[in-house]
């Protein structure tokens, strides 16, 4: 079973910026669950106990092929005995999917835990919220109790509160990757008035300032750094691979190229220029997502690129 004792507080040492003045901590909620850990677990934790009370045995959801959140779903489904059913972004995944899972590990642990797969082009994805494809949906699977894309939602972000607590409460700053916002929704809403909330979306454009806006009542003790997404979702460079490889090398620590390496980046430049004055305690929050690093190493080594260690 999940649990969230084991997300202990880690202070590491990292050599980019032991001279600064500075302190680096890491929340572990990674290590909550091998399969339904950090952001993940607490994100799901609200809506599974609505499911149930609802009397709902059936969890649909969306995603792309390598999805944190595809996972995640299909791991609770498994651990809590709820039937599972995945929304897949690209419709040619499906053409053979004894390939496609030879192919995907992230597919093929979500199908191994029982999901079922709903294989549709990016232009039907685009309108997964729309009315005509939810009734779509509801034609072809029946009742089924909805978690959004990414998991966001209010249960989402009344689970990721609960990130913070008493031992968090020494740290001047809180940094966290953002992708839908349900987690950095979460931090703002439950941390000290005198704590500031750092967001690195993993995602281009400005648009995520005003989803998060929708779960949170201050607007004081926050901000989003929107220059270290490395070119957009699921994109990387030679740069941050070499960041995320150094990190693990001197604290043991691995990081997700999506989310958690450009967090880390991310705070890194930002003591480089000055931006955290001497004295200054940070916590990082490591929201999980590592079974994407298999996939990114697959899509590296056809480009005979540095891989992940």
Same mark, same amino acid.
């Given at each position: ?10 202070? /590491?040492?990292?050599?980019?910026? @032991? ?93 191994? !835990? ?16 729309? @009315? ?11 009742? +089924?109790?909805?978690?959004?894309? #990414?998991? =966001? ?19 001047? +700053?809180?940094?966290?990757? &953002? ?11 439950? /941390? ?22 929708? +779960? ?9 750094? =929107? ?5 957009? $979702?699921?994109?990387? =460079?030679?740069?941050?691979?070499? !960041? ?14 999506? +989310?958690?390496?450009?967090?880390? $980046?991310?705070?890194?430049?930002? &003591?480089?220029? #000055? ?35």
């Amino acid at each position: 079973m999940p649990n969230s004792s084991r997300s202990i507080i880690q202070e /590491v040492r990292f050599s980019e910026i @032991e001279c600064y003045g500075v302190s680096l901590s890491i929340k572990r909620e990674d290590l909550i669950h091998p399969h339904i850990s950090g952001n993940k677990y607490r994100k799901l934790k609200y809506n599974i106990l609505k499911a149930k009370d609802l009397g709902q045995d059936t969890l649909l959801t969306f995603g792309g092929a390598y999805s944190n959140h595809i996972a995640a779903v299909a791991a609770v489904g498994q651990l809590y005995g709820l039937k599972t059913k995945g929304v897949i972004r690209g419709d040619e995944l499906g053409n053979d999917l004894k390939e496609t899972l030879c192919q995907n590990t992230t597919l093929r642990f979500a199908h191994e !835990c029982g999901m079922k797969f709903k294989f549709v082009s990016r232009g039907d994805y685009r309108e997964k919220t729309s @009315e005509a494809f939810t009734d779509s949906l509801k034609q072809e699977f029946g009742n +089924y109790y909805l978690i959004p894309e #990414g998991g =966001t939602n209010e249960l989402a972000v009344k689970g990721c509160e609960e990130i913070v607590n008493k031992e968090t409460e020494k740290f001047n +700053y809180i940094c966290v990757a &953002v992708g839908t916002g349900g987690t950095i929704s979460g931090l703002i809403n439950s /941390v000290k008035d005198a704590q500031k909330v750092i967001g690195f979306p993993a995602l281009k454009g400005d648009f995520l300032k005003g989803e998060i806006e929708k +779960y949170v009542s201050r607007d004081d003790n926050w901000m989003l750094n =929107t220059e270290y997404h490395f070119g957009g $979702y699921g994109k990387v =460079t030679t740069e941050l691979i070499k !960041c995320i490889n150094k990190f693990k090398e001197e604290t043991k620590i691995s990081l997700d190229p999506i +989310y958690t390496g450009k967090m880390i $980046y991310g705070i890194v430049e930002l &003591v480089k220029s #000055g931006f955290f004055k001497k004295g200054t305690n940070i916590l990082a929050i490591h929201t999980g997502g590592l079974q994407g690093i298999e996939g990114m190493n697959t899509i590296l080594r056809k480009k005979n690129s540095l891989i992940i260690k």
